[in-house]
């Protein structure tokens, strides 16, 4: 308990400590993405100092310090690209095996394909490359061997199944889904909420022979929550992987809505978030104007002027909590990824430092927001916030370039006069 006490208290000193620091990065890393100082600054600032950064730096969760870890791991790969030293690389697979470790929806694949990203980018560098992540390599590996031999799951998460299953099965409708359980198949545990408690499983799957260790025998925590590391969960999150397969060809109209409601919540604002709302509730009207100068959506009181009453859950009050900044980002931010991609390619994929790194922002917003709607529905723009800062930074990166290149000539410009 003593060590737990000790890393929890390192954990919650280090983290504003991350925080300040990623933030300091932010303007020479969007200085080399193409803005301006002023503009590397304001959006800096902007990022920062608004409601998602502040609550998700003062919620004692995964979400803000995996986006800390990103912006760092971003900063490194350009200081790598740039001297090719090996202390840089070192940083570079220390901050992506960080990552990986801490947050299970960036896998083992993601970290390869970043090692081979620069490998391909930097030829020459092979070798400080391949040491520099062979360590945090094999660290990773070693957590997914070590869980495929006590739980039978290859990766750092035993819930995938009962993940998918939000979506694959737990959209069916009730009628033909219980069709589905009678006929065989799916499993009973399809009937199941998601994300049951360990007898629910327990009662469809089998009594798990009990361990002697508290964290996989106890159905709850000593808080009174649901224990969802009990040992029936790796178990249940196989048949329920089954069983989301089983549903996608029998009934695939359930994943194409899941989808549809995924891509929805990956809209919204970082801090429309349930778990968020008791601080939120302290900064409300600034999370307000934020909203509406940031991210596009009108206030309620403002909906209500216009389009009169507008009921919870209708059709209205949802569609004004999506973001049109973030549709407009993201597609900025992909459009440019493929662009930059492309031009690198034709040059047999050498790329400059700032160029390696953007690649990098891009092909990571690009991964996450494939997986967080693959696989989640509900929490999807908690998922994206730790990807926000490369969002908007390569949205504002075309911009910058569209601009330079669309802007008037300066006076004498035509006559081959300078300033």
Not at 139 to 148: D, Q, S, T
Not at 209 to 218: E, M, P, R, T, W
Not at 296 to 304: A, S
Request: net charge positive; with cysteine.
């Amino acid at each position: 308990m003593t060590i737990v006490i000790a890393a929890l208290g390192l954990v919650v000193a280090a983290g504003p400590a991350v925080a300040d620091l990623a933030g300091r990065l932010g303007w020479p890393i969007a200085c080399e993405a193409g803005l301006g100082p002023v503009a590397a600054i304001v959006a800096t600032a902007v990022f920062m100092v608004g409601p998602p950064a502040v609550l998700y730096e003062n919620w004692l969760f995964y979400t803000g310090p995996v986006a800390w870890l990103l912006i760092l791991a971003a900063y490194a790969i350009l200081r790598f690209a740039a001297t090719e030293r090996f202390g840089w690389g070192l940083a570079v697979f220390t901050l992506i095996v960080a990552v990986v470790l801490t947050r299970s929806a960036f896998h083992l694949a993601w970290m390869v394909a970043v090692v081979i990203g620069l490998l391909v980018a930097r030829p020459v560098s092979w070798r400080t490359t391949a040491l520099a992540s062979v360590i945090p390599l094999l660290l990773v590996v070693g957590l997914y061997a070590k869980n495929a031999a006590l739980f039978a799951t290859f990766g750092s998460s035993s819930w995938m199944g009962l993940s998918l299953a939000k979506l694959a099965v737990g959209h069916v409708p009730d009628p033909i889904r219980a069709d589905l359980v009678d006929r065989g198949v799916l499993s009973r545990l399809a009937l199941l909420p998601e994300f049951a408690r360990p007898d629910a499983y327990e009662a469809v799957l089998g009594t798990v022979a009990s361990s002697g260790i508290a964290v996989l025998d106890q159905w709850r925590k000593f808080s009174g929550h649901i224990n969802y590391n009990h040992a029936i969960y790796p178990a249940a999150s196989r048949t329920l992987w089954q069983d989301s397969l089983a549903a996608l060809r029998h009934f695939p109209k359930a994943m194409a809505w899941a989808w549809m409601k995924s891509s929805y919540y990956y809209t919204l604002a970082p801090a429309d978030y349930a778990f968020l709302d008791a601080n939120r509730d302290r900064i409300r009207a600034y999370e307000t104007a934020y909203d509406l100068a940031v991210y596009g959506k009108l206030p309620r009181f403002v909906l209500e002027a216009i389009a009169g009453p507008v009921e919870r859950d209708s059709a209205l009050e949802q569609a004004s909590r999506m973001s049109p900044t973030v549709i407009l980002a993201l597609a900025l931010a992909l459009a440019g990824g493929v662009c930059l991609f492309v031009a690198v390619a034709r040059r047999g994929f050498r790329g400059r430092p700032e160029e390696i790194m953007l690649l990098f922002m891009w092909a990571t917003l690009l991964y996450l927001s494939i997986v967080c709607v693959s696989i989640e529905v509900f929490e999807n723009n908690r998922m994206r916030f730790e990807v926000e800062p490369f969002l908007y930074v390569g949205a504002l990166a075309v911009l910058a370039r569209m601009w330079r290149r669309h802007r008037p000539a300066a006076p004498g410009a035509a006559s081959g006069a300078t300033l």
